[in-house]
């Protein structure tokens, strides 16, 4: 197993889901352990730099939104982090001219899209990960995020709303490239008619419409859009998906499992701080072809496994 970046840069043009301004994208192929990096392409100098990291992540309102020392964001990065994840991409500059990631149809698909036009190239260096060694857990009143440790990389996510047209839904998987693509990519992020009006008051959702979001009308009944859904969970996949962006600014895949009740951006990122603080309950290890690791991150659709 080793490093894999881009094989030609590729670009797309969007409009941010909370700031409303249109963005030009295009992501870059990059050199061995640099990692994953934005480049604000309309701020001069080094402060131009974003690391896609946990460190560097400020807002958690609705999105992860990342800050470098100089104050540059670059915001709303969970959806593309996701497909860089589920595509197995370690290393990637990725050239933005504004503050916002393109929320292109709400979900990872097209970014995965643009990845695969783009193709993959193996680099000379080992890819490494981080192994989890034991339980690290950290809880915000009725919500929970947790580590524990696993051979490869497995998700479940409980969610559980007034919305009738949500109620209570459980999914697990385990997050390989074929799982990724089929079962979580296209799963489109969501919201509430009734909550239009105030966050888009408080500067959020300013480019959000039925193109690039699943709405439920003010009954908390019906879906909105005139194609439905596209999987009959798809709110609880798309949170699995926001879940692999955001535990992805850990800087490099998780051999471990992910369990998040009620977890939003916020919680995600508060559990990769405790991760980090506590040096007795992960480890640097270098994934070897054939090794339990290597065999969950490329394993078939056939690993899925689902529990509702």
């Not at 995600?268 to 040096?279: G, P, S, V, W």
């Not at 640097?284 to 090794?291: F, L, V």
Request: glycine share 10%.
């Amino acid at each position: 197993m080793r490093q894999r970046t881009l094989k030609a840069a590729i670009s797309c043009t969007g409009v941010g889901l909370h700031s409303g301004a249109k963005v030009t994208m295009t992501l870059m192929p990059a050199e061995a352990d640099t990692g994953i990096r934005f480049r604000r392409t309309d701020v001069k100098g080094q402060g131009a730099i974003v690391p896609a990291l946990w460190s560097h992540v400020g807002d958690t309102r609705m999105n992860s939104c990342l800050v470098n020392e100089d104050g540059v964001q670059i915001g709303t990065v969970e959806h593309l982090m996701s497909a860089l994840a589920g595509s197995g991409i370690d290393n990637c500059l990725i050239e933005i001219n504004g503050a916002e990631v393109p929320v292109m149809d709400g979900s990872a698909a097209p970014f995965l899209f643009l990845i695969e036009c783009a193709g993959t190239v193996e680099l000379a260096a080992p890819r490494r990960a981080i192994r989890i060694l034991k339980r690290v857990s950290v809880t915000d009143g009725d919500k929970t995020a947790t580590f524990t440790p696993a051979a490869g990389f497995k998700v479940r996510f409980d969610i559980d709303f007034a919305s009738q047209a949500i109620a209570q839904q459980s999914l697990a998987l385990a997050v390989t490239k074929g799982s990724f693509k089929s079962e979580i990519s296209r799963a489109r992020t969501f919201g509430f008619e009734q909550e239009v009006a105030y966050l888009r008051a408080n500067g959020l959702a300013r480019g959000g419409s039925l193109d690039n979001a699943v709405v439920i009308d003010s009954t908390g009944t019906k879906v909105l859009n005139d194609d439905g859904l596209r999987y009959g969970d798809e709110f609880v996949r798309h949170k699995i998906l926001d879940a692999v962006g955001d535990l992805y600014l850990a800087g490099a895949p998780i051999i471990g499992a992910f369990h998040g009740i009620r977890s939003g951006h916020a919680l995600n990122n508060r559990l990769l701080k405790a991760l980090f603080a506590d040096q007795t309950a992960w480890a640097w290890t270098t994934i070897a072809p054939g090794s339990a690791a290597a065999q969950g991150m490329n394993a078939p659709d056939t690993a899925l496994a689902i529990a509702v």
